[in-house]
């Protein structure tokens, strides 16, 4: 199991419960809070949510914060990178490569400016589409089947740079909404996750 892993014996990685996926929270790990690492604050929300916000622990083989749950039988590896948004791939590749997993099996949860705040979309591999924390991933595992979690954080308006929209914390209006939309997220993954029972559909676009 994973828990023998992290503590450095070798373990099958596929427990009876099933295949281990990968959910990676994607963001710069010095600017928490802000629009950016909004992929960190939903894994925040699914740790709570699944009674292991306090088993996050540093791996530094990965550099990455990462903590190990269960979800209806499902083994899950959470994970936030400790580097900047650009660099988040090679913790993400280090990872895969400890836990023998597959891009496939990797989750990438991450904010998306062409949704807006409130809107949650699942993506079945594809192109980065500009993100560039999704690109380092791409880069990183050589591949771009991973699944993701898209979170709406909208466009800025007037003359504000998108790059210090991304940067900045949610505003106090947005603050007010983002309980739900984590929720949202959480909820819209774990039904994805789960059904990994079955058969995954055709890549492509949901929500």
């Known amino acids: 199991?994973?828990?023998?892993?992290?503590?450095?014996?070798?373990?099958?990685?596929?427990?009876?419960?099933?295949?281990?996926?990968?959910?990676?929270?994607?963001?710069?790990?010095?600017?928490?809070?802000?629009?950016?690492?909004?992929?960190?604050?939903?894994?925040?929300?699914?740790?709570?949510?699944?009674?292991?916000?306090?088993?996050?622990?540093?791996?530094?083989?990965?550099?990455?914060?990462?903590?190990?749950?269960?979800?209806?039988?499902?083994?899950?590896?959470?994970l936030k990178p400790r580097r900047l948004m650009n660099l988040n791939g090679l913790s993400i590749a280090s990872a895969a490569e400890i836990y023998n997993l597959r891009p496939e099996d990797i989750y990438l949860v991450h904010d998306d400016l062409d949704k807006a705040l409130g809107k949650v979309a699942i993506k079945l591999g594809g192109s980065a589409r500009g993100h560039n924390?999704?690109?380092?991933?791409?880069?990183?595992?050589?591949?771009?089947?991973?699944?993701?979690?898209?979170?709406?954080?909208?466009?800025?308006?007037?003359?504000?740079?998108?790059?210090?929209?991304v940067l900045a914390p949610f505003s106090t209006g947005e603050q007010e909404r983002l309980e739900q939309v984590l929720a949202q997220a959480v909820a819209c993954l774990l039904e994805h996750v789960l059904q990994r029972r079955a058969p995954m559909g055709e890549p492509g676009d949901r929500g």
């Open 1 to 78: 199991m994973l828990a023998a892993r992290l503590a450095g014996r070798a373990r099958p990685l596929v427990s009876r419960a099933g295949p281990c996926v990968m959910v990676a929270g994607l963001g710069n790990y010095g600017l928490r809070g802000t629009r950016h690492s909004v992929g960190m604050a939903v894994l925040d929300r699914l740790a709570r949510q699944l009674a292991v916000a306090e088993g996050w622990r540093a791996d530094r083989r990965c550099c990455a914060d990462v903590a190990l749950a269960t979800a209806h039988g499902l083994e899950l590896l959470l």
């Open 133 to 165: 924390g999704v690109r380092s991933c791409i880069s990183a595992l050589h591949s771009n089947e991973m699944p993701r979690v898209r979170v709406g954080i909208g466009r800025p308006e007037g003359e504000v740079t998108v790059s210090s929209y």
